[in-house]
């Protein structure tokens, strides 16, 4: 009898460890959970404009809330002078923000993905997989190389990581002019999944607003807090944010939550372009919420776009290992000299 009521012990302890994601407190992390929010080609000059003007009226509400912050000490670009410092395009940005290293670790240069070494540098939410097999992660994009080089390479085999992996593609052969469209798309499906599951960490991007800097969408348009059209579509994607945070706010068992809000951006720009090494281009910023954050440290002190994925491993509890993050190849990656990105492949 002592033997089958331990038999019944171990089983029901299974079962919980195979329903570790849940409803507030329910979840493999206590229920801390972790908002991501991503706006590719967003300046920092122009989202803090757009914020004073009235424009971006959720990020603002974010930022000045008493767990919020605002930071224009976020840099991108690695550092200068060093084998880390890497070009101000989105291959390496997004691959930085997602992995927590520089190019001399990731290998990626451009939006080729040429030389991505995601399976030793893997996208953090593989690696929360690896700690907590159970935990639910969701990923949203209306640029398909996030997903297709950086989440399909960090994955190990064939084994998907990715409990959503929800991905549309604007039409380029008509200059991204649907880019705002595809945006809604990828908005409804991360409001589906914030209202219909329990994720542990989500993962949420953006492109219009790189485009409109672009002049893709409208030529008039280009990177800058001058360009009405550049902060017109800074709007149109705050009111993006405000309905995932008010998602995030109405869940049943919000109170008992504990969730880590993070937006920002892989770079800057100038005129139509970017991937130079200027202030427009590299300084770059960050919103944030939680409690979990030293709002001092961020506002005092100059922060890399890499160190968003420690913040993120600490909030939810995990211990990096070692094998995450290894020393680079010993030969360093030289950065060709190229014109400015134009505009996405």
Same mark, same amino acid.
């Given at each position: ?55 971006? =009226? ?269 020393? =680079?190849?010993?030969? =360093? ?13």
């Amino acid at each position: 009898m002592k033997s089958a009521i331990t038999l019944v012990l171990i089983c029901l302890g299974c079962a919980g460890q195979l329903s570790a994601h849940g409803p507030g407190k329910d979840s493999g992390f206590g229920g801390k959970r972790v908002l991501f929010i991503g706006i590719d080609g967003c300046r920092a000059d122009a989202v803090a404009a757009a914020m004073e003007r009235g424009l971006a =009226p959720q990020l603002k509400m974010l930022c000045e809330s008493e767990r919020g912050v605002f930071t224009r000490k976020f840099y991108a670009g690695g550092e200068m002078g060093t084998a880390t410092h890497q070009p101000t395009v989105s291959g390496p940005g997004w691959t930085s923000l997602l992995t927590g290293v520089w190019m001399d670790r990731h290998g990626v240069k451009d939006n080729r993905f040429i030389g991505g070494r995601f399976q030793t540098y893997s996208h953090f939410m593989r690696r929360i997989k690896e700690v907590q097999p159970q935990a639910f992660c969701a990923s949203f994009t209306d640029w398909p190389p996030i997903h297709d080089f950086i989440a399909d390479g960090s994955r190990k085999g064939d084994v998907e990581f990715l409990d959503v992996k929800f991905t549309r593609a604007p039409d380029a052969a008509r200059h991204f002019v649907d880019n705002p469209e595809k945006d809604i798309e990828v908005r409804d499906a991360a409001l589906k999944t914030l209202s219909d599951s329990d994720p542990d960490a989500m993962f949420v991007y953006f492109g219009q607003v790189d485009e409109f800097g672009h002049g893709a969408i409208d030529s008039r348009a280009s990177f800058s807090p001058d360009s009405s059209l550049y902060l017109n579509a800074i709007s149109h994607v705050d009111s993006h944010i405000g309905e995932l945070l008010r998602a995030m706010r109405a869940r049943p068992r919000f109170a008992e939550e504990d969730w880590l809000v993070l937006i920002t951006t892989d770079h800057g720009g100038r005129g139509n372009k970017h991937g130079g090494d200027s202030d427009e281009e590299r300084q770059i910023w960050l919103a944030a919420q939680g409690a979990s954050l030293i709002k001092e440290k961020l506002l005092n002190e100059a922060t890399p776009q890499t160190a968003l994925v420690p913040l993120i491993y600490e909030h939810l509890g995990i211990q990096p290992k070692p094998e995450w993050n290894p020393e =680079p190849p010993p030969s =360093p990656i030289v950065i060709e000299p190229k014109p400015a990105e134009a505009k996405k492949p």
